[in-house]
């Protein structure tokens, strides 16, 4: 193992962000059209 990266890879961590939006997005839009119904 080195001991010293520069730049190191991170790619779970981009994974965990996209698997995040992922899951907000479609929650976001649901509680919007909640919020909706009852007011319309």
């Known amino acids: 193992m080195p001991v010293l990266e520069p ?3 991170q790619p779970q961590k981009k994974l965990l962000i996209i698997f995040g939006l992922m899951m907000a997005v479609p929650a976001f839009v649901a509680v919007i059209a909640v919020i ?4 319309g």
């Open 7 to 9: 730049d190191p890879p």
């Open 36 to 39: 909706g119904a009852k007011f």
